[in-house]
């Protein structure tokens, strides 16, 4: 396949979801410790948002092949590669992206075989929340069982994944927020018990009449903004907030250091993608313990919308819209 080229995903400069163009790009070569990838499907997440709005930190300078999460399927390896044998269907997170490819050229340690009871449109939009999601929860959150839990933006990717495995791991009562009733009647089916739509309800009073003013002890935030402000409001005395992002682009004024020491709670955050270039050690519990799940059938991925790859840029508007659940 050396000199061979494919479609890759790219944009010249940042921009809105007009930016993207599939152009042709030369076939990656797999180097030492990777594998050569057939992709089969590729998801679209935030961190593909604001990449191509030039608001991602430490994203590189356009133009370059973008994409993070997917499905396909092992057609080479290189030179001293263990892992995943030819032939193989995987799924994972490329942190130094590619994704949004006809191939990509990957480490052997960042992709993983998927379970038969996924297909690739679910492989493809797993990895990259289960595994969050999981950390969030067991690694950083040290989630009891029994303990109450408080899940913002529980019907999109991250969010429906922190509500399955909150379930899953015998959380208490889950409260979670969402923006529409649609979505609200989602979120409850997937096993919420409170669901609050955000948009006409103050979710920290509801937090509060529930918990009779103790609040919970885990709050699972990555929205930013003035929702981190006020979700740090319902933290029980104690407690844990942990924070993956910011899909609201903004940061929050109201943290301040009396917070933590006053109540004596906990605030933390991380990056997948810079765990797994930099400590896998702290990814590998959660691949055994997602993919387990997933075989059992445990917890279920959820595909909001498949898009074929000549509609990209929809992809893009149909989640910057919020219309996505799942």
Same mark, same amino acid.
């Given at each position: 396949?050396?000199?061979? *080229?494919?479609?890759?995903l790219r944009? &010249?400069?940042h921009?809105?979801p007009?930016?993207?163009?599939?152009d042709e790009v030369?076939v990656?070569? @797999?180097?030492?410790?990777?594998l =050569?990838?057939?992709?089969r $499907?590729?998801?679209?997440?935030?961190?593909d948002l604001?990449?191509r709005?030039?608001?991602?930190p430490?994203?590189p300078?356009? @133009?370059?092949v973008t994409?993070h999460? =997917?499905t396909?399927?092992?057609?080479?390896k290189?030179p001293d590669t263990?892992g995943p044998?030819v032939?193989?269907r995987?799924? /994972?997170?490329i942190?130094?992206?590619?994704a949004a490819?006809?191939?990509?050229? &990957?480490p052997?340690? #960042?992709v993983?075989?998927?379970p038969?009871?996924l297909d690739?449109? #679910?492989? $493809?939009?797993?990895?990259?929340?289960?595994? *969050?999601a999981?950390?969030a929860i067991?690694?950083?959150g040290r989630l009891?069982?029994?303990? +109450?839990?408080?899940?913002?933006?529980?019907?999109?990717a991250y969010?429906?994944?922190?509500? #399955?495995?909150c379930? $899953?791991?015998g &959380?208490?009562?889950?409260?979670?927020?969402?923006?529409? +009733?649609a979505k609200?009647?989602q979120?409850r089916?997937?096993?919420?018990d409170?669901?609050v739509?955000? *948009?006409?309800t103050?979710f920290?009073?509801?937090?509060d009449?529930?918990?009779?003013?103790?609040g919970?002890?885990?709050v699972?935030?990555s929205?930013? /903004?003035d929702?981190l402000?006020?979700s740090l409001d319902?933290v029980s @005395?104690g407690?844990?907030l942990?924070s993956?992002?910011?899909?609201? /682009?903004r940061?929050?004024?109201?943290f301040?250091?009396?917070?933590?020491?006053?109540? /004596?709670?906990?605030?933390s955050?991380?990056t997948?993608?810079?765990?797994?270039?930099h400590? @896998?050690e702290l990814v590998r519990?959660?691949i055994t313990?997602v993919?387990?799940?997933?075989?059992e059938?445990?917890?279920?991925?959820?595909?909001?919308?498949a898009f074929?790859?000549s #509609?990209?840029?929809?992809?893009h508007e149909f =989640?910057?819209d919020?219309r996505?659940?799942?």
């Amino acid at each position: 396949m050396s000199g061979s *080229t494919m479609k890759g995903l790219r944009f &010249a400069r940042h921009g809105g979801p007009d930016v993207l163009t599939w152009d042709e790009v030369p076939v990656p070569v @797999p180097g030492p410790g990777e594998l =050569l990838i057939e992709v089969r $499907a590729f998801a679209v997440n935030w961190a593909d948002l604001l990449e191509r709005a030039g608001k991602y930190p430490g994203a590189p300078e356009p @133009p370059y092949v973008t994409g993070h999460d =997917l499905t396909g399927v092992v057609v080479a390896k290189g030179p001293d590669t263990e892992g995943p044998k030819v032939g193989t269907r995987v799924f /994972g997170v490329i942190p130094r992206g590619g994704a949004a490819a006809e191939y990509v050229a &990957a480490p052997a340690n #960042q992709v993983h075989p998927v379970p038969d009871t996924l297909d690739d449109a #679910q492989a $493809a939009g797993a990895a990259g929340p289960y595994l *969050t999601a999981d950390a969030a929860i067991v690694t950083m959150g040290r989630l009891e069982k029994g303990e +109450d839990v408080l899940i913002q933006a529980a019907a999109g990717a991250y969010g429906s994944a922190c509500v #399955q495995l909150c379930r $899953a791991y015998g &959380a208490g009562r889950i409260i979670a927020t969402a923006g529409s +009733d649609a979505k609200t009647e989602q979120v409850r089916k997937w096993g919420a018990d409170v669901v609050v739509n955000y *948009t006409t309800t103050d979710f920290s009073q509801v937090v509060d009449e529930v918990t009779e003013g103790r609040g919970v002890p885990l709050v699972l935030e990555s929205v930013g /903004g003035d929702v981190l402000g006020r979700s740090l409001d319902c933290v029980s @005395p104690g407690g844990r907030l942990v924070s993956v992002g910011a899909s609201s /682009g903004r940061s929050s004024d109201r943290f301040r250091l009396h917070t933590l020491f006053d109540r /004596g709670i906990s605030v933390s955050g991380f990056t997948l993608g810079k765990w797994i270039e930099h400590h @896998p050690e702290l990814v590998r519990p959660s691949i055994t313990r997602v993919l387990s799940l997933f075989q059992e059938r445990g917890a279920l991925p959820v595909v909001a919308r498949a898009f074929p790859a000549s #509609q990209v840029a929809d992809a893009h508007e149909f =989640l910057a819209d919020r219309r996505s659940i799942g």
